[in-house]
């Protein structure tokens, strides 16, 4: 019987229940849709990972690693698996504006892949394993040619395999390309025996060349150089040289393979962890964003959640009051009394977890599957969900929670006898506000004292009613100011920083002199990337040669910096590091050279984490170093190939590669700004039907007297709008700060700098009163049906 | 003169199916600063009577002329207008503002009331001088009562209702309240009714009306209605 009165008590309170079960939902919905998409990147990328053998540590030596070298390095106890790799952006010929990372694992138990159609991997095989996100975005298929430039000889195969890979899996060209581009970049694998032709046709093409330099006769030409290659000493030599690199599978920690591969190699050798490399620094990149976004905005709606209950559910106890009595007068005992009305909170906090669990998988799928926005991000098989173990805690807790909060609203009630329980609720005696000891309160209006006196005496619900505004305020500026915060960096980016027309790269250990000349031939600017030990970190030193401005510095207030001969720049991210005046060591990878420099600023570097310096500096200090990148003003097109250039990006193609990035963000906007409104709504609304039930009775009377319902309307709505005012008032400084505190959270990825429209501010607040005067509308329409018969009957 | 006038008043109530006729063609006059008591059991229709005349309903069918005007087909507004200016309401629970104190209680008439007499004033002739600025909540039910008597009289309405007034109240203090609330409505010549199933106070008034399941059994004028300390109680 008492199953028939909770379905129909919770009809009879359907606004309350409802509102109720959509605020659970809600937040349990973005709690765990937030966290579950952070658990999942972890999860799948890392089984991923693991699948494919992604590299722990990578290994760099300009002059390469010899055979032997591999050997000594995998014979090292702790190193589980070891492979000379090969990965260099190629230009495929024929294609305009489309290149390839060629990656070669000579022993093929190290950064592997997985093919997703055609043959198996074969170390003798002839034929391109092509990534498969490639071939749809290019139009290519299994069988298909393709030719590669490669050191100014062509690697020609059949495409014979699709497929994934770790080491590629956020397909990105360099440092500065912030999203895959599947149109102009991908990725392919060939076997070390293809490789090994290939670089032999290159030996066999520069032994020709000197032999008829020397005079040698074309006709004998071919035999000669046959007699060289005969032994394959000279294209094992090319061989060590092309790989640059090796890639390790190990636990040890950074230093203890430092150290060891030191000892075993006679020399040093730059170490970099899995940590740097791009693919799993921007994946756990992703995931801790996707923490700290996890742990601030959804824990504000659950609370919300949460505290709304309380205040609804103490409501609702207080109105059954009389049933409670009559229960208890009729011979129910206590426990079952309380059973009955405590399921009313398990009831709900069944029905809106299970919802909020629906609707936190729907959000993580969104973010997180191959049409999702993470979708043009990571390139990978698996997408399967996964969920942090916390969070069954959170969902039972949660349920408990709720169970609990009934329970002891009900309690409270069941106090003393049955006749006690029968007596109605008397609610709290009014008590003069403080307002009331100034002169001016005699002059105020009725109708503004009668709703001063109303919110002091209910306090839990006008201050859950800030809480409401407050929180749909703080949701609205900091989801739309995260995106002009982004369209700021974006737009810093595009004109503040980078003026040039084309970013020419070039090939790894271009050669200085070569180099130099190439820049002055496109009268461009330079810079130098190369990694450093500082402070035990791996950071970026960029040499800047900036004189035509095409590409600049700029410093915390984003204006631009004319580099000094007299010191260095830490980038913020160090910026607790050192301070201006003191004096910083670092050294370069692969040296024992130890560079002391002053520090005298500080810059805004938006990609890597970097100690900027002027080339003159580094020609002083004696530091060695390559150009990585010129930056001109001529177009592509003007500018000609050269064995220098590994590549030539547009600045137009550069920005459109943030154009995802933009869209992920658009999205997230969105639903933080649907959610806020509906969160605005259903707080609002909820607490403003209890405000009305509450005061039905003064409403009445007032209607009795001869109040229009538009007098008692504007009533209802005043105090509404000055909740929204304080709301407001409170909720914008309160949103901006949550901003702030999340930029400077993420800030580990891009040294963004707080910007806020003046769109922003307006929408969320007009939006934010919009909901408001919407409720108010709404509850106040109720006026209208007021009851003034049925409400004068009872006793207060 | 006539100040109020039913003719044929019938009032349906209908929930579902189930209809109920709670007035059936009811159809009396009363004369302007007489004191009305309508007496009835419970359901018997007096309630509603009270509320067609207070303008908190409208009939089913015929016409109520208060004060010469025709008030059964006034809209929403036109009937808050009409409590607003013509009647004054005393209802058994005072139903008074809860967050408002005494003085403000029957000062919010004024925001309503075109021609409202002085609120302090209305509040030193129901003797509560020395509350003014406390709560309902820190007044006995009497002294309540007294400041719903002065709220709707400082409206200076036609007519005073009263819903069962002394409903709540002991004996002692009902006396007291239904003198004040005569001598007042005699001082300011208003017209009382009172709704109530107490035949005691019945004998003070100067005309009876008895109801009986919603219709009108008798209109009885008293020649010589008792005072509140002749009564019996």
Known sequence: MLVRKLFRTAWSYKAQFISMIIMITLGMGVFLGFNMEWRTIEADTGSFFDDTAYADYRLYSEKGFTADDLKKIAAIDGVDAATRYLTVNLDIKGEKNKSLALDVSEDFNVSTFIVTDGAAYDENGDGFWLSDKFAAANDYAIGDTLTLEFQGIGITGRIVGLIKSGEHMICVADKNQLMPDYNTYGFAYISPKKLRSAVEEKVRNTAADKLKKQGIPDSAVDDSVDKLLKDGTMVDEAMDQVFAQVNVLSDMSKEDLEDTVRDALGRTIMVTSKDDHVVYKEAMGEAAEGKTMGSVLPVLFLAIA??????????????????????????????????????????????????????????????????????????????????????????????????????????????????????????????????????????????????????????????????????????????????????????????????????????????????????????????????????????????????????????EDNEPITLSDEGVYLCLRLKDKAQIGDTIEFSPYGSSETYKAEVIGYNRSIMTESITMSDRLAEKLGIDYTLTAIYSDKTAGEIKGSDLIAGKQDKGQLMDTFDSFVQIMDSMVIILVIAAVILGIVVLYNLGLMSYVERSRELATLKVLGFRNRDIGKLLISQNIWLTVIGVIIGLPAGVGVLRWLVIALAGEYEMKLMLGWLTYSVSILLTFGVSLLVSLMVARKNKKIDMVEALKGAE | MSIVKFDNVTKIYTSGDHELKALNKVSFTLDEGRFVVILGPSGAGKSTLLNLLGGLDSPSEGTITVNGKDISTLSDNELADYRAATVGFVFQFYNLIPTLTVYENVELVLEISENALDAKQMIEEVGLTDHLHNFPAELSGGEQQRISIARALAKNPKILLCDEPTGALDSETGVMVLKLLLSMAKNYGKTIVIVTHNQSIAKMADIVIRVKNGKIRSVEEQKNPMSADEVEW
Request: hydrophobic share 45%; with cysteine; net charge positive.
């Open chain 1, 306 to 555: 949460i505290l709304t209950m309380v205040t609804t559910m103490h409501r609702i106890a207080t109105k059954e009051k009389l049933q409670i009595g009559t229960l208890k007068a009729l011979g129910f005992k206590n426990r079952r009394i309380l059973r009955h009305y405590t399921s009313y909170g398990l009831f709900i906090g069944l029905v809106g977890t299970g919802l909020g669990v629906a609707l936190g998988y729907w959000i993580c799928k969104l973010v997180m599957s191959e049409d999702g926005m993470m979708g043009t991000y990571f390139d990978m098989p698996d997408w399967s969900v996964a969920i942090p173990t916390f969070c069954y805690f959170v969902i039972i807790g949660t349920v408990a929670l709720l169970t609990l909060i009934s329970y002891l609203s009900v309690r409270r009630q069941l106090k003393g006898t049955a006749a006690d329980a029968l007596r109605p609720y008397t609610p709290k005696k009014m008590r003069k506000v403080f307002l009331e000891r100034f002169r001016f309160w005699d002059k105020m209006r009725f109708g503004t004292k009668w709703n001063i006196r109303d919110l002091s005496r209910h306090k839990s619900r006008s201050a859950m009613t800030l809480v409401g505004i407050i929180g749909c305020m703080v949701l609205m500026v900091g989801g739309l100011g995260m995106r002009d915060t982004l369209a700021g960096f974006l737009d810093l980016l595009d004109n503040d920083i980078s003026a040039y027309t084309t970013k020419v790269n070039l090939v790894d250990n271009a050669d200085k002199t070569q180099a130099l000349a190439l820049a002055d031939e496109i009268d461009g600017d330079w810079e130098s990337l190369t990694g450093i030990s500082f402070e035990g970190e791996t950071v970026a030193l960029d040499v800047v040669h900036n004189p035509n401005g095409l590409i600049n510095i700029i410093n």
